[in-house]
């Protein structure tokens, strides 16, 4: 895989085993798919399936056109918040196929009118024979280009363009935007059709003060990021993938009223069933399955504990039912 990795707020260079920059401009002809992939759903699937059918019929090299940090974010000044972290997004671009993927500097790029974008960096940076985007596209300085507009630009040059048309579920389009209403509403089961597997992040893991262990369910505790989607308060039925196994649990999101001190921001603390191992300072994967119920604050630790117990029992139920 070659990667042109952006430093950006969430992952460095050092994260990343094999990092390799992709060269502009490209001697060789390319097939491109570009668009944001924030949460890479189903229909973010098509266009990854798209460009590798193309690219094996016309045996030229397939790259996503991608970006690091997600240009709505950047535009709206951090009032749209991220699906899927950097580490993720190529985990699951390279799952669904892309075997080249290349991270642009959103910034860099976002003056260029949309005539600059198409001719200096697709046709003469990325030598495009074909362009693959979504019907939903947007490029160029204020967003100015869609689908249609950059057709059109490339068309103009002999290079063709295919835009994909949008994925229903339930009569609807489905987009990155459907999905970060249902995750902030607690609905990740509805989320999980949308993407095609359960919504999760993962975090590092942070030393906390070790009260969940204090009650007889020691927990790994996980800060979301100020620029990523925070799931709706409350506890959830989980899967956690952790030294390589993966583990059900449950997890609470939220502040902790019952335990916090003020100005504790949200977490996820979360309960592995049967795990009795130290997760400190490594990553972890957690998958929202289901939401059991909302965050409460108890009147003890003692009530705390009871629901705990309570909550493992509807954990278990659920994951029973599958």
């Known amino acids: 895989m070659d990667i042109c990795l952006r430093e950006n707020k969430e992952v460095q260079k050092s994260d990343m085993n094999i990092i390799t920059d992709i060269n502009l401009p490209i001697l060789n002809k390319t097939i491109v798919s570009i668009g ?24 030229l090299e397939g790259i996503v056109f ?19 972290g950097t580490e993720d997004k190529l985990r699951f671009l390279t799952e669904y196929g892309a075997k080249n993927i290349y991270f642009a500097d959103f910034e860099e790029l976002c003056g260029l009118s949309p005539q600059e974008f198409a001719e200096n960096i697709l046709i003469k940076g990325f030598n495009a ?16 280009g869609d689908a249609e507009n950059l057709k059109a630009l490339l068309g103009g040059h002999g290079v063709d363009c295919i ?35 359960p919504y999760g992040f993962t975090l590092p893991v942070l030393v906390g003060r070790q009260i969940g262990r204090g009650l007889g369910f020691p927990t790994i505790n996980q800060r979301f990021p100020e620029y990523r989607v925070i799931p709706a308060y409350g506890v959830y039925a989980v899967l956690c993938e952790a030294e390589g196994e993966e583990y059900r649990g449950i997890a609470n999101i939220g502040t ?62 659920y994951f029973a039912g599958q």
């Open 36 to 59: 944001n992939f924030d949460g890479v759903h189903i229909g973010h699937r098509l266009l990854i399936k798209t460009l590798a059918e193309l690219s094996e019929k016309k045996h």
């Open 66 to 84: 991608t970006f690091a940090e997600n240009p709505k974010n950047i535009l709206t000044g951090g009032v749209v918040k991220y699906l899927t």
């Open 129 to 144: 024979d074909t362009v693959v985007c979504g019907f939903d596209f947007r490029f160029g300085k204020g967003r100015s």
């Open 163 to 197: 835009i994909v048309p949008a994925v229903y579920s339930e009569g609807q389009p489905v987009g990155s935007t459907e999905i970060r209403r249902l995750i902030g509403e607690g609905d990740v089961e509805k989320a999980e059709l949308l993407l095609g597997r």
């Open 256 to 317: 902790r009223p019952t335990v916090s001190k003020e100005g504790d921001g949200p977490l996820c603390e979360t309960h592995l069933f049967g795990f009795n191992g130290n997760l400190y300072n490594h990553t972890v994967r957690v998958k929202l399955k289901k939401r059991l119920r909302q965050e409460k604050k108890f009147s003890s630790l003692e009530e705390l504990k009871s629901q705990i117990n309570k909550d493992i029992v509807a954990a278990d139920a």
